[in-house]
């Protein structure tokens, strides 16, 4: 018994002896936990992006503030970086362009039998497949020359939006048309507009009245028929005039001063043409074209003759955008009319435009688009049709343009009456056509 009471004491020993042990080193390692948590409170491994936000001390002011400096001073030479490779990227797209507008020039020359354009690449397209493929319908813009008429450079880039503007000419002949007509520009919140003053008067009547106004210098051949020009006449020098505008880079859009507007034109273009004009027709088939079948009984079987009509084009209001065959036009008709002094420009603006290359007449290449005509409306569309049709009198056009009527100024305010103040009846006293 006594042998075995020591075995068990023996054995007890050792088991406290173990326990004791195991009791020891869990304070140890726990103790040592604490010191670890006490000296590295975010841990012997951290990582700067998930630390824990800990007590800083000076230095480590320091640092952050070191850090937030080279980070910012980083950001800023990356922004300068990339202002110095947008600038470069700007100015190798203008060399593509004069490059390309320089082949384009070099190509016109040649007697080639087929025309395709090139692409910004230089490489001739293929044809896609049928019914896909779509011919070249707007020429690119010219390069701006500023060197042809500063001053007006000057003004053009202060007056225009999105480099464009209306443009009308104008001496004292046609002043009240004139307060009216831009009135109609301000009420309808068109900005970007200029007045070409063919006198001092005008002048002085459009800075009284701040109207953007811009006169010449002086050009006897030309001050001598705008101030005593009368409406055709007048209409003639905008060939020669509107010239720089297009060299200076801006598409204009050309207004006579018996116009009334009524919403802002800009925003019913289409731009697609090198002149998108108004019509003088007054329904479809005349605006826009038709078949018409010339009758020859005498020839028998082949009687009938088709024929393609189209009434003309408006020379008092269209849109013209800067490239070469739009400058092209300008100076065919300006040349036709220093020529042909008794000629009508208007005639002479649609001949040159729609008459093609026949022997012993080489044809402009320029692209066209015809206005709608219910929404760039003439006078005989408004006092022959719109205005005793019910559903077409709801309708409000972009402008007006009395272009058939001698009595400009009354049927100007009529205009006004009816869909700016809403006075029905203020257009039933006028005949259709003119007494």
Known sequence: MAGRREGLMRGGGTHSLRMSRIAVAIAIGILTGLVFAFLYPNGLFRSDSHSLPRRLGKSDDLEVESADCESSEKVNALNEDIIALKEKNDKLKKQVQEL????????????????????????????????????????????????????????????????????????????????????????????????????????????????????????????????????????????HILREFLQLGYSVLLSDVDIVYLQNPFDHLYRDSDVESMSDGHNNMTAYGYNDVFDEPSMGWARYAHTMRIWVFNSGFFYIRPTLPA??????????????????????????????????????????????????????????????????????????????????LPRMQAVVEHYVNGRENALDSFPDGSE
């Not at 000057?154 to 480099?163: D, P, Y």
């Open 100 to 239: 390309n507008e320089k082949l384009r020039l070099a190509e016109s020359g040649k007697d080639a039998t087929v025309a395709q354009p090139l692409v910004a690449s230089g490489e001739h397209p293929k044809a896609g497949a049928f019914g896909s493929v779509k011919g070249l319908r707007t020429n690119p813009p010219v390069i701006p020359d500023e060197s042809v008429n500063p001053r007006l450079a000057k003004i053009l880039k202060e007056v225009a939006v999105n480099k464009e503007l209306i443009v009308a000419l104008a001496n004292a002949n046609v002043k009240a048309m004139m307060e009216v007509w831009f009135t109609s520009i301000k009420k309808v919140g068109v900005p970007n507009f200029l007045v070409v003053a063919l006198d001092d008067e005008i002048e002085g009547f459009c800075k009284s009245n701040g109207v953007p106004v811009y006169k010449r210098d002086p050009d006897e051949g030309i001050d001598s028929v705008g101030r005593t020009g009368g409406n055709h006449v007048v209409s003639g020098l905008k060939f």
């Open 327 to 408: 400058i092209e036009l300008l100076d065919r008709v300006a040349g036709r009319l220093a020529k042909e002094p008794k000629s009508w420009d208007q005639a002479v603006f649609n001949e040159e435009l729609f008459y093609p290359s026949h022997p012993g007449y080489d044809g402009l290449h320029a692209a066209k688009r015809t206005m709608d005509i219910y929404q760039f409306m003439n006078s005989k569309v408004l006092f022959k049709t719109v205005r005793k049709d019910a559903h077409l009198k709801k309708l409000k056009p972009v402008i007006v343009h009395i272009n058939y009527h001698p009595d400009k």
